[in-house]
């Protein structure tokens, strides 16, 4: 159990600690172990125990609720709340906009135990009587119950994957001799899984006997198909065909309706037919291959018609690292520690963008800390030459577009990654006015993350995205594709349309901690599937290339 893990238990301790109306000041001191726990420079489960009462933030309390988690996996108290809370209520904790006061209020005030009795209250106006409960707050509690609800059961790619190619090696290993593969969302590594789906040869039998075996739980197969629940929880669905069809039925599943739609009518494709492989259906059809993540939009099959498509990027194309967050602000590490892990995994630049003083939350640097900041970097640059670490900062784009320091201090960065965090809800209007002055602004280097979107948490604030990167072609500005698996923003079917206008993009990992380097590949698979190639991503620039683009960007 790593600190993020204990931090979590922590978190919901004290909330749950508000909500059945406990002691307090207890239930402030766990909620300050939490934040304390996810900051510590040491894994817990790596300390002796003898030692974690000593270590900063952490009282002798919580110190044995540590422990015996780390030896139990459970801490006692909370399971002791779990079974008094409401499974409805429980629900309840992961909507936006809901503190536990107002769900104690709506549990114990209203008598509401479920999602779906609290949907219709709001309906109903029934919150409007009840103290702490506006218009606008019931209008976002309904809100907030929708998208949780149209989301249940959604996975991201990035939580699906090991297990998805894990289960498919292991039917390959045990059946020998017959055709396994991955199929549908899956396989096309949409940012968002519903179900995991695979296709086989395997009989139906042996696999049902296989699926009860190893505990899946699997249904009664149909026909076509059989379906079972795995591990993580998510629904498994496997199809069943002869090995003549392998190759077209593997085809189909691994299209989008709208791109094999197109496939069909541009190229006369008979799905009837049998191939030997996925070349040899491409040149039956005289079309040029296209990836198996590209299988989304119609327009790719008309652009494989009329030549190979552009190689898209990979995660071996990215030299430099933008876009990270060190100990100086919410990061983990020092930032001498980020640019050693940098050099080792053969980085040839590293750019430092901590968060802006507006960011109180997550110690957003001043005026003076950003001042030693950049001794600091200057330090580090002379030892580790020729390796660079390039002096920026995450900046907070205002409630009125405006950027989060004078322009003075905004001149001694070396870039300026511009960012919306704060009042998010939002109008489409007041989104854009706020977006387009802050890329108006000389300053602004990216625009980070543009919709503040956190995929199957939040929806993002509604923006013109056609606007939008037209204003950056129109100032230059380079637009980010946060490679963080929860934000994935730009989203990749913005893609073409910014590579059409000309835009430069930038995959970045956004990360807090070395171990998030690494999330560059989620960004990497969602590029692929817009068609971004190396030569339009800054971050796949060199060293001397991105020196250079920055000193023509000034």
């Known amino acids: 159990m790593d600190n993020y893990a204990i931090a979590d238990q922590f978190s919901l301790l004290s909330r ?10 207890k239930s402030k001191s766990y909620s300050s172990a939490a934040f304390n726990i996810e900051k510590l420079p040491v894994q817990l489960a790596d300390t002796p125990a003898e030692k974690i009462s000593s270590l900063k933030g952490i009282g002798d309390s919580s110190a044995r609720k540590i422990i015996e988690l780390i030896e139990t996996g459970k801490m006692t108290v909370l399971e002791d709340l779990i079974i008094k809370t409401p499974s409805g209520i429980l629900e309840m904790m992961a909507l936006k906009g809901l503190g536990p006061k107002k769900i104690a209020t709506i549990w114990k005030e209203m008598g509401i135990e479920s999602m779906g009795e609290l949907l219709y209250a709001c309906n109903e106006n029934r919150l409007l009587m009840y103290k702490g409960f506006g218009e606008k707050t019931q209008e976002s509690v309904k809100q907030s119950i929708n998208f949780y609800l149209h989301n249940k059961g959604y996975f991201l790619y990035a939580e699906t994957e090991d297990f ?3 289960f498919e090696n292991v039917l390959k290993q045990y059946f020998t001799g017959e055709e396994v593969s991955l199929a549908g969302d899956v396989l096309r590594q949409s940012n968002i899984i519903t179900q995991l789906e695979l296709i086989t040869t395997i009989p139906q039998a042996s696999l049902y ?61 008979d799905a009837g037919t049998t191939f030997t492989s996925e070349a040899d259906l491409f040149a039956a059809c005289g079309i040029h291959p296209i990836p198996v993540n590209q299988r989304e939009l119609p327009e790719t099959v008309r652009k494989a018609l009329n ?5 898209p990027i990979e995660v071996s194309d990215i030299k430099g690292i933008i876009h990270t967050h060190s100990n100086w602000s919410d990061g983990l590490h020092t930032i001498e520690v ?67 320091y004078p322009d003075e201090i905004l001149a001694s960065f070396d870039l300026v990654i511009a960012s919306v965090h704060s009042n998010l809800k939002m109008t489409e209007e007041k989104a854009m006015q706020r977006l387009l002055k802050a890329i108006q602004h000389p300053a602004t280097t990216i625009l980070g993350h543009m919709t503040g979107r956190l995929l199957l948490s939040r929806p993002g604030y509604p923006i013109d995205h056609k606007m939008i990167i037209d204003a950056c072609v129109d100032h230059n500005v380079v637009i980010e594709i946060n490679a963080h698996p929860r934000r994935l923003d730009l989203d990749w079917s913005w893609i073409p349309y910014a590579l059409e206008k000309g835009c430069l993009l930038s995959i970045d990992p956004d990360a807090h901690q070395v171990e998030a380097f690494s999330d560059v590949k989620y960004g990497v698979i969602s590029s692929q599937k817009g068609g971004l190639t190396k030569e339009r991503n800054l971050s796949s620039f060199s060293l001397e290339q991105f020196v250079e683009f920055l000193s023509k960007s000034k």
Do not use: W
Request: proline residues 4%; negative net charge; glycine residues 6%.
């Open 16 to 25: 749950l600690m508000d909500i059945h109306g406990d002691n307090p000041f």
């Open 338 to 404: 980020m640019a050693k892990a940098c050099i080792a995994h053969g980085y040839e630049y590293l750019v430092i963008s901590d968060h802006s003083r507006s960011a109180a939350y997550a110690n957003g640097l001043s005026a003076d800390r950003i001042r030693e900041q950049h001794a600091y970097v200057d330090e580090l640059n002379a030892k580790y030459a020729p390796f660079r670490i390039f002096k920026s900062i995450e900046c907070d784009i205002l409630g009125d577009g405006s950027l989060d």
């Open 164 to 166: 998805a190619h894990e």
């Open 307 to 311: 030549g190979p498509l552009p190689t």
């Open 209 to 269: 006997a296989f699926l009860q075996a190893q505990n899946f739980n699997p249904e009664q197969p149909d026909e076509k198909f059989i379906t079972a629940i795995g591990a993580t929880g998510i629904r498994i669905i496997i199809h069943f065909t002869s090995k003549e069809k392998f190759i077209a039925a593997r085809f189909a599943s691994s299209c989008s309706e709208l791109f094999l739609d197109e496939f069909i009518s541009a190229t006369g494709y």
